[in-house]
């Protein structure tokens, strides 16, 4: 309310890749994620243009090399993430 000009980014969880064999864990998230995005839908369609949505597939890659066991990020897990968050708030803030 004070600052109706700040940016708000969505971003949802982590697609781990051990999630094909847990089920509860991917239902879990899937979940979480799709209300996350049925949330930002609805600030979106009250008229707010500065929220933004980060899809889970971008954010650490598809190859396992981005956690330890599945679940846990590596170094490089969290420097894949970081860059592509990275790279989203600066297409926000400089509206690329």
Known sequence: ???PQTPILFVESV???HMPYDKT???TVLEKNRLLKEEYQKIKKQG???VYYLESSSLIGTD???TVDGIHLTDLG???FAV???DK???IVFKK
Do not use: A
Request: proline share 0%; net charge negative; glycine share 4%.
């Open 78 to 80: 969290f420097s894949r």
């Open 1 to 3: 309310e004070k600052n």
């Open 64 to 66: 396992g090399e981005s």
């Open 89 to 91: 708030l600066t297409e």
């Open 84 to 86: 592509v968050l990275e």
């Open 15 to 17: 697609l781990f890749t």
């Open 48 to 50: 707010d243009k500065n």
């Open 25 to 27: 864990m991917r239902e």
